[in-house]
């Protein structure tokens, strides 16, 4: 036997070797937990996902290898080589873990594995598509190559065959609509992208090049990207929804309103900035000071647009509208603890070499401004609603004990930093180490944090916390016990021994001194015309 | 009941199969596209070709005299790639990815300007390197040529970057 046929025969072996021992592994686990279904298939389909991708990218690299397009030099064995070996190993597996767990759900449909593997799939292979979707499309109306069409068609082959096989079997875990959410994610940022590219490099700087202005208009690949961005996520967000809105949807709605809305208030305080350093700072001519006006209104208008969509999904004053609103909140604090600092720094500090001009100055003043506009206003949004409720709800104590501790951490590290240099130079080092940006941070994110935590404390000692009761009994000897029962809290077993001798009427007065008296103890309660006493009884 | 539970339990792997197989054939069978000698990319083509082949003098045989001052045949040796193919265009990478160091400039020098003789012409090219695990990465490089005497000849200092330090 040569060594030719030996080399190819022993790699066999041994994948065949791993395969048997893997898939009878799995079958003698599966029938050892129980198999209940809940989880017990989760390393099961990690293992079909690890097989699905690597298997589907190595079909794309044997297609790609096959139709390469222009090739100047070509050598297809490496290719081939890698290709066929990934694929030698992974679709044994793909195919019997794909039989094996399409009959499992079956019998368990609520299994939360196929949710997660769909997500897996959905998040790898809708980001490849949208990749070289945008190559493929731009490279039909540009100069350069559109040779990754093979690769488009088996990405989007095995997102259509997924997306069959959901419909077939759909998810029904907790969180079942995780894989539409997870597309819709990669559609909305692949839209946002090319829209604000579309507008900013292209449209707006065509406009502002009309103007006079500095720039220099372009659209690819934004207009590809707009394309296939909108049809993704109108495939994933604008179609019907076969799921109650749940918390994969929620935090969605969240994560992608809070940070619309934030690009939004990024670009129009950029914009802000460069009006007022042009108006009060010693700039350079408007076309050069604003060039940069297109990208920033460009993404301004983007995220305004995906913000007035999704926040009309937070109509309702509850914990999900507080997520956004505390979110924005924490997002514009740091923002305002770290322009602050800045500006401290740029006012007092001295001997600085580069920077720290006017204009340097004003940027920092308005983007200061803003900031504090932006946290100030959401975080005191709690005002619109029930006191108490906002007071409990967790978004808010979330946000102030989470960023006091944030805060309060960057303030005792800047304080250290502090301390630090001032130690060193009382020992006689000798440096020109800055202390004003330390202090600057040690003052500002101190008060901030002391701001944050001091309100958590406040709010929390305000909040009635329940009372924990423990089940006692409550023995009444009476004539007349009235409603006493229904005084006691539900957790009081309460018997009552009539008196026949007609003394001892319990009044409502009196059924509120007793149940005080007794205080959630097991006790006995004698009651006469002279009042009552209380003995302790054991529960 | 859904229609994919007709389909017979040997047919998704045998044709998948039959795929790999065909798309094998069709690679093997293939080499890489012939461009006219005479074009720009025909003379990238050459080059490269060339490099490839480790036929040093017939890779500077394309290059500008101009432009090559005194780097010659062994000069070009040591920046020798292993194992590489070459596509016309922009890859994947060529979009997201960055342009790799194709000018001298960037590597902290600056190579004299010389008087272009004709037309100009920039050619995109990803350079697709193979490791000896089979993983590959692309590199998008592009190639300036200029039209002098009927020929377009490579300038500047083309991919793998050896003219910054022979000239």
């Known amino acids: 036997m040569s060594f030719g046929l030996l080399s190819l025969l022993l790699p066999l072996v041994i994948v065949i070797g791993i395969i048997i021992v893997i898939v009878g ?3 003698r686990g599966a029938q050892r937990s129980g198999d209940t279904g809940e989880g017990a298939d989760l390393v099961a389909y990690l293992v079909m996902a690890i097989a699905v991708g690597g298997g589907s990218f190595a079909l794309a690299e044997l297609f790609a290898t096959a139709f390469p397009g222009d090739q100047l030099v070509f050598d297809p064995t490496s290719n081939l080589a890698t290709s066929l070996s990934a694929l030698l190993v992974s679709t044994p597996f793909a195919i019997y873990f794909w039989r094996r767990q399409a009959s499992r759900r079956a019998s368990y449909p609520r299994s939360v594995g196929w949710t997660l593997y769909l997500t897996l799939i959905e998040l790898v292979f809708g980001v490849a598509v949208m990749v070289t979707g945008v190559l493929v499309l731009t490279g039909l109306f540009t100069d350069s190559s559109a040779a990754s069409w093979t690769r488009l068609v088996v990405y989007l082959a095995v997102l259509i065959v997924h997306e069959l096989a959901a419909r077939n079997s759909p998810p029904r875990s907790d969180g079942a609509e995780l894989p539409t959410v997870v597309g819709s994610g990669i559609g909305l940022v692949t839209l946002s992208i090319g829209l604000a590219g579309l507008l900013g490099d292209g449209v707006l700087s065509w406009a502002f090049e009309a103007l006079g202005g500095a720039t220099d208009p372009g659209y690819s690949p934004w207009a590809a990207m707009s394309v296939l961005g909108g049809l993704y996520w109108g495939y994933r967000w604008w179609t019907p929804w076969h799921t109650e809105s749940g918390l994969p949807r929620r935090i969605y709605v969240v994560l992608t309103t809070s940070f619309a809305l934030l690009t939004a208030f990024t670009g129009m305080a950029a914009i802000l900035a460069l009006s007022i350093t042009y108006v009060l700072g010693d700039t350079s001519p408007a076309g050069e000071h604003f060039r940069s006006v297109p990208v920033w209104l460009g993404s301004a208008i983007v995220g305004l647009f995906v913000w007035l969509i999704h926040r009309k999904d937070l109509d309702t004053r509850d914990d999900t509208l507080r997520a956004y609103e505390y979110f924005v909140a924490s997002i514009a604090s740091f923002s305002t603890v770290g322009w602050a600092v ?47 409720e906002e007071r409990a709800a967790w978004p808010r104590r979330v946000h102030l004990l989470g960023m006091g501790v944030i805060l309060g951490l960057v303030g005792a590290g800047s304080l250290i930093t502090t301390l630090f240099i001032l130690i060193s130079r009382l020992l006689g080092e ?7 940006t330390p202090i600057a941070l040690t003052v500002v994110a101190g008060t901030a944090a002391w701001y944050m935590l001091s309100n958590y404390l406040k709010e929390r000692a305000s909040m009635a916390s329940p009372e924990v009761i423990s089940p006692f009994e409550v023995t009444i000897v009476s004539s007349h016990p009235g409603g006493i029962s229904a005084k006691f809290p539900k957790q009081a077993t309460v018997r009552v021994l009539h008196r026949g001798d007609g003394a001892g009427v319990i009044t409502d007065d009196l059924a509120d001194q007793i149940v005080a008296a007794v205080g959630h103890q097991s006790s006995f309660v004698w009651v006469d015309d002279d009042g009552f006493r209380i003995a302790p009884a054991q529960s | 009941m859904s229609a994919g539970r007709h389909i017979p339990a040997w047919a998704i792997p045998t044709a998948l199969g039959v795929l790999v197989v065909g798309l094998v054939t069709i690679s093997l069978a293939r080499g890489p596209v012939e461009m006219d000698p005479d074009s720009p990319e025909g003379a990238v083509q050459q080059y490269l070709l060339a490099v490839d082949d480790r036929r040093w003098e017939d890779a500077l045989e394309v290059f500008h005299p101009q432009w ?14 292993d194992d590489f193919t070459a596509q016309l265009g922009q890859g994947d990478s060529g979009m997201f990815g960055s342009r790799g160091v194709d000018t001298f400039e960037q590597v902290g020098g600056e190579i004299e300007e010389q008087p272009l003789p004709g037309g100009t012409e920039f050619i995109d090219v990803t350079i697709t390197h193979t490791d000896a ?19 377009w000849w490579i300038v500047g200092d083309p991919w793998p970057y050896f003219v910054w330090n022979c000239r």
């Open chain 2, 133 to 151: 695990f089979g993983s590959t990465w692309d590199e998008w490089v592009q190639f300036e040529l200029v039209d002098d005497d009927d020929f």
């Open chain 1, 342 to 388: 800045a500006l401290i720094v740029l006012a007092l500090q001295e001997g600085q070499i580069v920077g720290g001009d006017a204009d340097d100055v004003l940027t920092a003043a308005a983007v200061l401004v803003i900031s504090a506009s932006v946290w100030l206003w959401f975080a005191t949004r709690h005002n619109l609603g029930d006191p108490d």
């Open chain 2, 68 to 81: 090559r001052g005194s780097c010659t045949a062994d000069d070009l040796v040591g920046y020798h790639v």
């Open chain 1, 25 to 27: 592994a799995v079958r």
């Open chain 1, 430 to 436: 000798r440096g020109s180490t800055d202390l004003v």
